[in-house]
């Protein structure tokens, strides 16, 4: 059992049903934890900086040598190149939001939101981040820049967001309602809501061109791909038999296999994106849940819910080159990785903290205790021409 799974496992789950849910070193636990108080005031979200924009992206084959190539080390776009480094952790079962810096690992901000924040969701223009409250049906936004926190946008059910390629469309993964919200992503006007035949969809990518999105299915052990041009589902598929629990979904470097965790079977399957078939199962540890790609796209970081640890996978190989296993146990749940590739961050979902992980050595650099529930929590900047949501996917 990992650590307060029994107690604050239990309460996650119930709130997730409601929503329709899903040689070591450590430094000493810091931050404000749950009972901190929340910001008394905060600055009112200034205009979006109209001096620069995001690069308008070219258009990608389905064979394009690396999706990722943008994604080096530091190589922040000129939208973000001086926003404060900073991670944003959504406490899901707190209804708030604690801001740390990675550089003293201290907590410097915590703000309130709306219930039940499930990610910290960056702007396709790289200009905003939106804090998901799927209980309380809004958007916080939360200038990266300055901190500072705007009025809250109406949008129902948003469990999770991402953005089209081409930047066109918001996707809010309404979960609860069974379908999917293209919406202005400025605006976030409904522009077309899309149902599915799907219980649970969770988690999303894009193919390399833009054409289709493949989505996981969390309750109902499936895959989606819908067109996004005519904005329709064109195909499902069960993942063994049915009995598979889906979780993040990621697009590998070359374009063409989709990796998706299953919590259930502990591991990853890969999926050709185009053919919409199953290739193959990598497994990985109990609990397989987040996925996250190197910043030289070697690899593919696993995060193991359930067994408390991290494991690697080779894109080169598809097979897993090692695993990182949290000391004393843990549950890392989503994150990113440090704009330097140096660190990968990601959220402890039944344990109240954040672990902040060598990326060389697999070394647990921190254990940060924050809110309770902490999920999608986002590292922001990275870098990337533009963002595709979720807690940070970068093209």
């Known amino acids: 059992m990992k650590r307060g799974a029994s107690s604050i496992g239990a ?71 001086h926003d404060p480094l900073r991670v944003y952790v959504p406490n899901s079962l707190s209804d708030t939001v604690d801001v740390i810096d990675p550089t ?21 223009d790289l200009k905003h981040l939106y804090v998901t409250n799927d209980h309380s049906g809004t958007l916080t936004p939360i200038d990266p820049a300055t901190g500072a926190v705007g009025a809250a946008i109406p949008v129902e059910d948003p469990y999770n967001m991402y953005f089209t390629p081409d930047g066109r469309y918001a996707v809010v993964v309404a979960e609860r309602l069974a379908r999917l ?16 035949d799907c219980v649970g969809i969770d988690h999303i990518d894009f193919s390399a061109d833009g054409r289709y999105l493949i989505a996981s299915c969390e309750f109902s052990g499936q895959l989606l791909k819908l067109d996004i041009r005519d904005l329709r589902v064109v195909a499902t598929i069960a993942l063994h038999g049915g009995d598979s629990k889906p979780q993040d ?12 965790a299953d919590m259930i079977r502990g591991g990853v399957y890969t999926v050709d994106g185009d053919t919409f078939t199953v290739t193959g ?10 996925l996250y790609v190197s910043r030289d796209s070697k690899f593919l970081y696993v995060t193991n819910r359930n067994a408390g640890s991290i494991s690697l996978v080779d894109f080169a190989t598809e097979r ?20 330097d590739g140096k660190v990968l961050w990601v959220s402890g979902r039944y344990d109240g903290v954040v672990y902040a992980i060598d990326t060389t050595t697999g070394a647990l650099l921190h254990e940060i205790r ?18 595709l949501g979720h807690t940070g996917v970068f093209r």
């Open 11 to 81: 309460l996650l789950c119930a709130a997730m049903v409601i929503a329709s849910c899903g040689g070591t070193t450590k430094t000493k636990i810091v931050g404000a934890g749950p009972s901190g108080s929340p910001t008394a005031s905060t600055p009112a979200l200034q205009p979006a900086r109209p001096s620069s924009t995001a690069a308008t992206p070219p258009s990608l084959r389905s064979d394009a040598t690396d999706i990722y190539a943008a994604d080096r080390p530091n190589a922040l776009s000129p939208v973000v190149a």
């Open 104 to 124: 003293t690992a201290q907590i410097v901000d915590h703000i309130k939101v709306g219930a039940l924040p499930q990610h910290v969701v960056p702007a396709w």
């Open 181 to 196: 919200d293209f919406r202005d992503p400025h605006s976030f006007a409904l522009i077309k809501s899309v149902p599915v």
């Open 249 to 260: 979904v990621k697009l590998d470097p070359s374009g063409r296999i989709f990796y998706v």
């Open 281 to 290: 199962f990598i497994p990985t540890g109990a609990g397989a849940h987040g």
């Open 320 to 339: 897993v080159a090692r695993t990182w296993t949290i000391p004393g146990g843990g549950s890392p749940d989503m994150g990113g990785v440090s704009a």
């Open 370 to 387: 924050v809110g309770s529930g902490p999920h999608g929590l986002s590292f922001f900047p990275q870098p990337g021409r533009y963002s």
